[in-house]
Nanobody, 115 residues
């Protein structure tokens, strides 16, 4: 069984920073990429950032230059450093690990940015 445990969400003022963490454990093999997605109330879940096992990154246009995705070692832990946060960044953030066997999601962590 695979578990993804997220942490680091919370309430922050506009212009502030937060760092999200996601740790994968269990029978997870052949990771090809990991990423962060977010879902605001009444909206669809959207991609925020992804990183491949080779280290290539991809960002949504709305977060380029403000957010940075990174991973540790073999890739079972990924981070999302979020700077210059805006109220529009308010959402539930979900971690995702993609493997050759399937895709796994975390439970989500709330990020709220006050104006």
């Amino acid at each position: 069984q695979v578990q993804l445990v997220e942490s680091g969400g919370g309430l922050v003022q506009a212009g502030g920073s937060l760092r999200l963490s996601c740790a994968a454990s269990g029978n997870i093999r052949s990771i090809t990429a990991a990423g962060w997605y977010r879902q605001a109330p009444g909206k669809q879940r959207d991609l925020v950032a992804t990183i491949t096992t080779g280290g290539s990154t991809n960002y949504a246009d709305s977060v380029k230059g403000r957010f940075t995705i990174s991973r540790v070692g073999s890739g079972y832990t990924v981070y999302l450093q979020m700077n210059s946060l805006k109220p529009d960044d308010t959402a539930v953030y979900y971690c995702n690990f993609h493997t050759t066997w399937g895709s796994y999601w975390g439970q989500g962590t709330q990020v709220t940015v006050s104006s």
